[in-house]
Every structure is written in structure tokens, then in C-alpha cells.
């Protein structure tokens, strides 16, 4: 079973328009979006929800007012500064947790006198099963201000993983976060292969090497495409150099095309219109496809 992750250095390259495209000319493949700080797979695809599941993850510390003598323990111990202190009409305090700051680290909870405080499992968000016009897709939703996305990616990857194992498809096809961050490396770790989509800049060279370093580290395959290459033919070939000498496998380019935004305001993938850089995306997949088969022969 192939797991490709198509990933960026940075946001706004085309990842998500790339990944799309692919669905639709895969045709059976599991998809899952693990941009979960901000999935937008589905604004393409425009998903029919099946399965909705709660996202539980961390600690968050939260002091009980009846029992709180106002000792300020819990405020002398934290590290993050997440205990605030109001000053009463009586002249006493009282302490409450700011949830943004706590850190559900645990140690006010530990050493509270009293045992005033509670430390409950906090929902961070929630992941979803649907059918989309491309196949099944896993994707989710991460709560405002919550942490913990690289467990929420780990989480989307196992149920894709799951489904494919179910229908006995042999491929899936990840929407990967933009950086070089935990949920990237929580996205990527164990995949099959990468395909690194990056432009012709200053900006997008550099990123891609960060993205190159990441995926050589954890000896994972990398393919790369340059999207809008013709705006900068000359940074388009000094970014193909870079990448083949450091081991990736150049997939192609992907002209500049204003229409790639009217796709999108019909909610359609590139390859669904008779977008000029469709058939740039379409070479890249059968590229993609040629070296499978060679890999396959291989073994």
C-alpha cells in the first residue's frame, strides 16, 4: 500500500489544488487531509459527512474556588504563568487558571495543599469519516487555540489507514501540513513517499531544503514540482539542481495559470477544467504513476 504525502515548505504553494487534482485522476484512493490547524480539502471536494468523532487530548488545569484557601502554590510553581491572582474587597486572593497559557504540565495539581484542583481531558477538536466524488476522506477539525495537532494528525493517518485496509485500496493520498513542524513530521513519518511542491523564489528554495533536510532524515523517497515555474525560469532550474542533488526526483512543472482561482470558485479540482496547468498536473501524476510501476517491477 503506497502512503504519498504531498507536503510544502510553506503554505499557500498549491499543495491542497495539487492533492485534489490527484484524487480525481487516482479515482480509488483513501485521501486524508492532516492539515488539521487548517484542512481545507474539503472546500474542493466538497465532502458528504458520515462519521463524526470527538478529538480528546491533554490536560487542562482548572482550580476549584470552594476549596482554594488562596495559598498561591500553584502560581509560585508554574512555569508558564497560566496562574492568574485577583485581589478581593477583603484583601485576600483568589487564583484561577488562564487556559491559553496552562500548559497541562500537571505540577500545581501535584503540589496544591488542598488538592483544589482539577485536571481534566480537554476536547481539542474532532475528525471525520466522509464520501467525497473522489473516494472515502479522513479529515479534521482542530479547536480554536488547541495544541496536541500532531496526535490529531496521527489520528487521521491511522483511520485512513484503517479504510484503505477495509476496501483493500492500495493507495492514499495525504494532504499534508505546510512547515517542517510536529504535525509534518507526525504527517510524514513512515509514508511511503513525499511529493514536495515548492516555487520559484528565494523563499521557496530555502524552505525546500528544510523540507529536503526532513525528509532525508527520516529516509523517506522525495519527489518535487515547482509550481509557477514560468515566472522565474533561471530560480526554477537552480531549485531542480538543489533538489537532485540532494536526492529528490524531479516530477515536473506547473505553469502559471490564472485559472487555477476560477477552479476553485466552481469548487472544481484543476483537472476537472480545461485549466493550461492541468495538463502540466496530469504529466506529474503519470510520472508519479511510471516510477510505481518501475518500483514494482523492482521487487
Known amino acids: 500500500m503506497k502512503e504519498i504525502v504531498i507536503i510544502s515548505g510553506k503554505g499557500g504553494t498549491g499543495k491542497t489544488s495539487l492533492v485534489a487534482s490527484f484524487a480525481i485522476l487516482a479515482k480509488n484512493a483513501i485521501l486524508a487531509d492532516c492539515d488539521v490547524d487548517a484542512a481545507d480539502l474539503h472546500l474542493i471536494l466538497t465532502p458528504t459527512i458520515k462519521e463524526t468523532h470527538e478529538f480528546w487530548s491533554g490536560y487542562e488545569a482548572f482550580i476549584r474556588q470552594g476549596i482554594c ?48 484542583i482539577e485536571f481534566n481531558e480537554q ?43 477495509e476496501t483493500k485500496c492500495e493507495m492514499i493520498l495525504i494532504d499534508g501540513p505546510p512547515g517542517i513542524g510536529c504535525p509534518v ?32 532524515h527520516f529516509s523517506i523517497p522525495a519527489f518535487v514540482c515547482v509550481n509557477k515555474w514560468d515566472i522565474c525560469p533561471d530560480m526554477t532550474e537552480q531549485i531542480e539542481k538543489q533538489a537532485t542533488s540532494s536526492g529528490a526526483t524531479i516530477l515536473g512543472r506547473i505553469c502559471y495559470d490564472n485559472t487555477v482561482t476560477q477552479a476553485q470558485k466552481e469548487v472544481k479540482a484543476v483537472v476537472e477544467t480545461n485549466a493550461p496547468s492541468a495538463n502540466d498536473i496530469r504529466e506529474i501524476w503519470n510520472k508519479l504513476l511510471h516510477h510505481h510501476q518501475i518500483e514494482k517491477e523492482k521487487h
Open 69 to 116: 484557601e488562596g495559598c498561591g502554590t500553584c502560581m509560585d510553581l508554574c512555569r508558564f504563568n497560566a496562574i492568574k491572582e485577583t485581589k478581593t474587597p477583603k484583601g485576600n486572593y483568589t487564583y484561577h487558571v488562564d487556559p491559553i497559557s496552562c500548559e497541562g504540565c500537571g505540577v500545581c495539581v501535584r503540589f496544591c495543599p488542598k488538592s483544589a
Open 123 to 165: 476536547l481539542c477538536g474532532k475528525w471525520m469519516i466522509s464520501e467525497t466524488r473522489a473516494g472515502m476522506m479522513v479529515h479534521a477539525k482542530l479547536g480554536i487555540a488547541a495544541e496536541n495537532s500532531g496526535k490529531l494528525v496521527a489520528t487521521v493517518r491511522q483511520e485512513a489507514l484503517r479504510l484503505a485496509k
Open 185 to 216: 513530521i507526525a504527517a510524514v513519518t513512515g509514508a511511503s513517499e513525499v511529493v514536495i511542491i515548492t516555487e520559484p523564489t528565494l523563499s521557496g528554495a530555502h524552505d525546500l531544503k528544510r523540507v529536503l533536510d526532513l525528509t532525508k
